[in-house]
Nanobody
Framework: QVQLVESGGGLVQAGGSLRLSCAAS????????MGWFRQAPGKGLEWVSS????????YYADSVKGRFTISRDNAKNTVYLQMNSLKAEDTAVYYC?????????????????WGQGTQVTVSS
């Protein structure tokens, strides 16, 4: 019933920037917290960032804190991830996800709908 579509990935050099977008279907987008996860080659899924329904509270993994910024535009049913000062270690498939809850969580089990993912490759 809910579809999420990521876009904005690509190939960048270390130190560069990318902005990922996640467009959601449906009219209940603003009722749920949203999150971003990533999966690097050969590694497990890693939580990156989450944001509450109003978009005024955000949380970040230590590995991206100070470099990434999550935001949302509820009028457009879209959540964003601005990625600055990119490192080779940021190379991964990035997924957006809709939480079951109002309050953000870093636990993957709290998210019930996922996008297809968008590839981010950072060259060093």
């Amino acid at each position: 019933q809910v579809q999420l579509v990521e876009s904005g990935g690509g190939l960048v050099q270390a130190g560069g920037s990318l902005r990922l977008s996640c467009a959601a279907s449906g009219r209940t987008f603003s009722n749920y917290a949203m999150g971003w996860f990533r999966q690097a080659p050969g590694k497990g899924l890693e939580w990156v960032s989450s944001i509450n329904t109003a978009g005024d509270s955000s949380y970040y993994a230590d590995s991206v804190k100070g470099r990434f910024t999550i935001s949302r535009d509820n009028a457009k049913n879209t959540v964003y991830l601005q990625m600055n000062s990119l490192k080779a270690e940021d190379t991964a498939v990035y997924y957006c996800a809709k939480s079951r809850d109002i309050i953000p969580s870093y636990s993957r089990d709290r998210y019930d709908y996922w996008g297809q993912g968008t590839q981010v490759t950072v060259s060093s």
